[in-house]
């Protein structure tokens, strides 16, 4: 049995890049959370499915404890230096992108008042 640094450590820096992802999407659906309850169990789902895929394609069939404390880090690094700069950017986003719906919706709602008359 051989020892492999580089691909452990290629599989640490992925996986620190995997937590540093799923914390930035968590903080992304913080803003949609704060709004409405929902999202917490499909985000849950959709990290566990990729944890299982980080450990079958990365770490060949095994999820070892280096990749999930560089999971953990990462998060944690995200968690630590980005939030308070992109928070502002999310909540902007979200507003326009409520907004847009709202002008899309609105000839549909005028038309359905319309038909209702």
């Known amino acids: 049995m051989e020892n492999h640094v580089p691909q452990q450590l290629t599989a640490y820096l992925t996986a620190a890049a995997l ?4 914390a930035m999407v968590y903080d992304l659906l913080r803003t949609v959370r704060l709004r409405r309850r929902l999202l917490d ?18 770490g060949q069939g ?6 999930l404390t560089g999971v953990a880090l ?14 502002p950017l999310w909540d902007f ?18 038309a359905a008042r319309w038909l209702k008359k």
């Open 93 to 110: 986003w979200l507003d326009a992108a409520v907004a847009l719906c709202r002008l899309l919706c609105r000839p549909a709602a005028l």
């Open 62 to 67: 095994e999820l070892r404890l280096y990749m």
């Open 19 to 22: 937590g540093a992802a799923s």
């Open 41 to 58: 169990g499909l985000y849950i789902a959709v990290l566990g499915f990729l944890l299982l895929w980080f450990a079958l394609r990365i």
């Open 74 to 87: 990462g998060a944690l690094l995200y968690s630590l230096t980005l939030p308070p700069l992109l928070r």
